[in-house]
């Protein structure tokens, strides 16, 4: 149980192009979702917290009209990247929490590699 | 001073052997401590939860020292299969999860 899947698994696109990357929970529902950036030879950083019908909370630093994010039900959030240049490139790699255990943990989507040419 | 800091390696490490990581976290009213693995080009994965009392999960033992802020995760036996990075990622109530940037840990056959 417990699965995350993210669509598609990498994206190649020229600069000025908005990307979608779709994140969805297949066994379970997730009120909360998350969306992360790792660069290379470096750790996971939280770009925003996605909440089932209602806005994203975006961490600082993090354009939320660069970065659009929709939860639009308790399976599936999405991520634009909208006018993606060449430093937009990186491994963007989604969670659902599962909640209701003594440790609420998250489940991480393979991730989507995005290269921005 | 970073919120969850680890020695990024690499650890080199022979078949068989016992290897340690610690970690240390920066806020003394954190919640939740895992272990997740990392593969190259892949997402991470939970290896285990740490608990208060520590808890093992066959080879994979992780220790929570709440008074001197650090978790531990001890791995005997290891296996060539064990070579990854190993993250470190504390909740501090937040419901955030805040990741270390990982110790990569090679073993030699």
């Known amino acids: 149980g417990a699965v995350v899947s993210q669509h598609p698994s990498w994206v190649i696109c020229k600069s000025g192009t908005s990307v979608k990357i779709e994140c969805r929970s297949l066994?379970?529902?997730?009120?909360?979702m998350f969306w992360y950036r790792q660069f290379p030879k470096q750790s996971l950083m939280l770009m925003a917290t996605?909440?089932?019908?209602?806005?994203?909370?975006?961490e600082q630093g993090v354009e939320k009209d660069k970065f659009l994010i929709n939860h639009a039900s308790l399976t599936l959030s999405t991520l634009t990247v909208t006018s993606a240049h060449p430093e937009d490139s990186s491994f963007y790699i989604c969670?659902?929490?599962?909640?209701?255990?003594?440790?609420?943990?998250?489940?991480f989507g393979p991730g989507t590699r995005l290269l921005v040419l | 001073r970073k919120e969850v800091e680890q020695d990024p390696g690499p650890f080199n490490v022979p078949e068989g052997a016992t290897v340690a990581f610690n970690c240390t976290y920066s806020?003394?009213?954190?919640?939740?401590f895992f272990w997740y693995r990392q593969d190259c080009r892949k997402e991470p994965k939970l290896l285990m939860s740490v608990y208060s009392s520590g808890n093992e999960d066959g080879r994979f033992t992780a220790q929570l020292n709440r008074a001197s802020q650090y978790i531990s995760l001890l791995i005997r036996d290891s296996k060539l299969s064990d070579s990854a990075t190993y993250l470190c990622v504390v909740n501090f109530g937040n419901e955030k999860l805040t990741f270390g940037t990982g110790t990569r840990l090679t073993i030699i056959p």
């Open positions: 066994d379970f529902q997730a009120t909360t």
């Open positions: 996605s909440n089932e019908g209602s806005k994203a909370t975006y």
């Open positions: 969670s659902a929490r599962l909640e209701g255990h003594f440790q609420e943990t998250q489940y």
């Open positions: 806020n003394s009213a954190s919640q939740s």
